[in-house]
C-alpha cells in the first residue's frame, strides 16, 4: 500500500524546518519504503486558488486560519497500516508535531 505522511505541526514546528529528519529519510530509503518527499515553505508564502463560476480567485497565505501547519510530506510504500505508523512513529517530526498517515487511492 502507498501511503503519504503529512507532516504538521503549529508555528513552534517551524524552529525545526531546517533540522532536517535525522537520519529517517536515509534509514527508509534503505529499508526500501521511501518512494519520496519534501518541506514546505511556510504558509505566508502560499498562494490559495479556487474556481468559483468560471472565475479564478487567488488570495495570498493559506486557505484557512489554523494553529496547525502542513510542514512537508513522505510518500511510503509498505505492507499495511500497521508497517506505516511503524514508520511515522520513527520520523523526528512525530516528537514535536502531528503525522496525518493517509492511503493513496487507488487509480
Do not use: N
Not at 55 to 80: M, N, R, Y
Amino acid at each position: 500500500m502507498k501511503y503519504v505522511l503529512l507532516i504538521c505541526g503549529d508555528e513552534s514546528a517551524a524552529e525545526h524546518a531546517d533540522d532536517g529528519c535525522g537520519g529517517w529519510s536515509e534509514k527508509m530509503a534503505e529499508r526500501g519504503v521511501l518512494r519520496g518527499g519534501a518541506g514546505l515553505r511556510p504558509p505566508s508564502d502560499a498562494t490559495t486558488l479556487r474556481v468559483r463560476e468560471g472565475e479564478v480567485l487567488l488570495s495570498d497565505g493559506p486557505f484557512a486560519e489554523t494553529k496547525e501547519q502542513l510542514g512537508g510530506f513522505c510518500l511510503i510504500e509498505c505492507a499495511d497500516l500497521d508497517e506505516a505508523i511503524e514508520i511515522a512513529a520513527a520520523h523526528p517530526a512525530a516528537a514535536y508535531g502531528t503525522i496525518e498517515i493517509r492511503p493513496l487511492l487507488d487509480l
